[in-house]
T-cell receptor
């Protein structure tokens, strides 16, 4: 079962930073936070993941609170093509079966 | 190459038909997955294969029968489906954590195919 809570929808102005929150208050010490997004029908696209430290790649930044009970995905300069459903997923680090359980996600709309 | 391919893109079938969905990856991944996604809902895990062996079945009805003939291919055989089984079926693959040796690294990221849109009449 999903262990994350996200707001169902958010708007962001084009060119501004989009900050998408995720609560994972029951996260365990060995569990990672993953972010994926889905643009209509194509399959979910990997964005970023992290354990404790903040992470950054060419797509986004991931800020994880010190207690690890929540995180924020940051798209620094949102474009219209970033309009999608964003999923925050918590999964264990060990090989317990490789499961991913998706939460309900946040539908982000980037407004011109 | 981080591509997972799925065929067909669209499938319409009757409740008495037998059909198969196919998924292929050439990334050397040893874990493969089937998900079901209904409209405006998140993907739901159905099956996980690890090293060509079924490791997880999320209580999926027997009218869905997965098969992993080799490390690059994953099939989903469909028989006697119901209209409520109409959905987008997604395949994904990842490098099994046991082979990566480095848990939690990008090597265990799941890569998704574009899905098969299934309609059961």
């Amino acid at each position: 079962d999903a262990k994350t809570t996200q707001p169902p929808s958010m708007d962001c102005a084009e060119g501004r930073a989009a900050n998408l929150p995720c609560n994972h208050s029951t996260i365990s010490g060995n569990e990672y936070v993953y972010w994926y997004r889905q643009i209509h029908s194509p399959g979910p696209q990997y964005i970023i993941h992290g354990l404790k430290n903040n992470e950054t790649n060419e797509m986004a930044s991931l800020i994880i609170t010190e207690d690890r009970k929540s995180s924020t995905l940051i798209l620094p300069h949102a474009t219209l093509r970033d309009t999608a459903v964003y999923y925050c997923i918590v999964r264990p680090a060990q090989n317990t079966g490789n499961q991913f359980y998706f939460g309900t996600g946040t539908s982000l709309t980037v407004i011109p | 190459d981080t591509e997972v391919t799925q065929t067909p893109k669209h499938l319409v079938m009757g409740m008495t038909n037998k059909k198969s969905l196919k998924c292929e990856q050439h990334m050397g991944h040893r874990a493969m997955y089937w998900y079901k996604q209904k409209a405006k809902k998140p993907p739901e895990l159905m099956f996980v294969y690890s090293y060509e062996k079924l490791s997880i079945n999320e209580s999926v009805p027997s009218r869905f029968s997965p098969e992993c003939p080799n490390s690059s291919l994953l099939n989903l055989h469909l028989h006697a489906l119901q209209p409520e089984d109409s959905a987008l079926y997604l395949c994904a693959s990842s490098q099994d954590l046991r082979t990566s040796g480095r848990v939690g690294r990008s090597t265990d990221t799941q890569y998704f195919g574009p899905g098969t849109r299934l309609t059961v009449l």
